[in-house]
Nanobody, 122 residues
């Protein structure tokens, strides 16, 4: 089993920035993609960003492109999400996710974190 723990959420004013972190622990795997989803109240879960094991392949949801940056540090088993120019519509619970295997996609993650709340005030 793998445990994912997110941190870095909080309250920020519109236009501000936050950096989310996610730490993976437990069973070790040779390679895995990691990324983020989010879910706002009364809305479906939405893809945010993903990054491959090597870090050379990234992808973002359309509304995040140009504002969010995903990165990872495999020596620390961590993935990060730098969020800039935040908008009230970015308010959601952000979930870290992990998919076993190579490549950068994050379809059908194998593991999920518990989520961290991000609130953007207007």
């Amino acid at each position: 089993q793998v445990q994912l723990v997110e941190s870095g959420g909080g309250l920020v004013q519109a236009g501000g920035s936050l950096r989310l972190s996610c730490t993976a622990s437990g069973r070790k795997y040779s390679r895995y993609a990691m990324g983020w989803f989010r879910q706002a109240p009364e809305k479906e879960r939405e893809f945010v960003a993903t990054i491959s094991w090597e870090g050379d392949s990234t992808d973002y949801g359309d509304s995040m492109k140009g504002r969010f940056t995903i990165s990872r540090d495999n020596t620390k088993n961590m993935v990060y999400l730098q969020m800039n120019s935040l908008k009230p519509e970015d308010t959601a619970v952000y979930y870290c996710a992990l998919r076993l295997g190579g490549g950068g996609g994050l379809s059908n993650p194998d593991y999920w974190g518990q989520g961290t709340q991000v609130t953007v005030a207007s």
